[in-house]
């Protein structure tokens, strides 16, 4: 054989099936782990910019909330100061000397009832004015009386709107001709063991009031009580009446007297810890034996700052779990569940 006829072997290729599948086994690894690297990266940095995205937006809603509360301050410290000097003016010129000026010191004591009557206790202002009126006898403009009763009745109302805004109670007439009197104010009212049960009954009324509130999961909750309210004592001097006030559902009872000038932020009367009442004497004509009176029933935050709540009742409510709260239980094996704090 010639060195013409011997030809040197040629490779199969590069290419080969065996060679395929050898550099498929050898990538598919690196190429999963490469993959998942890149979707790893690419997830953290979505997260990383949903995290610096809302707390970009925690911090406008916090600097907002600042801001609002800021100026929530300054307009309050602005109203406060102003309120003070209103206040000082109006009592300087109410407490002024001279005891002609009756017209002044109406003028003043309406504006302390329209800009105060929330957070003071006005009714020794109407009593003093009242008296300086009888004092003065025919001399007496008829208009003092009408104005001040027209103030009083203002603060009444405004009061009852706010305390009872879901049931603005009407007035309730109630009979005065058999209810006995104070002949002198020395004099006490009659034992009220004394009293007929006739005339109780003519001078008794029937109410139901309702509030509505929210509990303690958030929803809506609707509260109701009946009350008796018995006269059993008037003063036709002092145009007041004394009230036995009985809570129909738990019979308890409360005595006590309800003028002209009462008013229900002032006297209104505790029946729970959440609860309150209050009575009002709309008009008292003991000329036809008639009075009218209103009845508040409302919860114990609507009552304001006259209503401070006991220290002790403070302590117990933040010891107390809201009755939704859930104790968490651990995963088994990783101990004892944790206790209710006590």
Known sequence: ?????????????LFTVDNLKWLIEKLTLPLVLAAITIVFQWNANQRSRAEIAAADKRAQA????????????KREDADTAVRRAVFDKLMDRYLSPDPKGLDDKLVALELLAVNFHDSLNLSPLFWQIDRQITN????????????LNRVSQGVKD???????????????????????????PTEGCVAIESLTQANLDLSRLELKATYSDSDAQGLPAMHQRRFSIDVDCKDPLQLRLRLIVEDQATS????????????????????????RFALVLDRYDDGFGMAWLRLAYFPASRSGAKDKPHVADVMSRL????PSAEISLPPPGAGPAPSAPR
Do not use: C
Not at 136 to 147: F, K, T, V, W
């Open 1 to 13: 054989m010639s060195e013409h006829d011997t030809k040197p072997a040629t490779p199969s290729g």
């Open 62 to 73: 916090e600097s907002r909330s600042r801001l609002y509360t800021e100026l929530l301050h």
């Open 136 to 147: 003065l006898g025919n001399h007496a403009n008829p208009q003092l009386r009408e104005h």
């Open 158 to 184: 405004r009061q009852m709107a706010f305390l009872s805004p879901e049931d603005f109670a009407k007035p309730q007439a109630v009979e005065l001709a058999n209810v006995p009197s104070i002949a002198l």
């Open 252 to 275: 308890r009872r409360w005595i006590f007297w309800v003028d002209l000038y009462d008013f229900p932020l002032v006297t209104f009367t505790p029946l729970s810890r959440d609860e």
């Open 319 to 322: 010891s107390i779990p809201p």
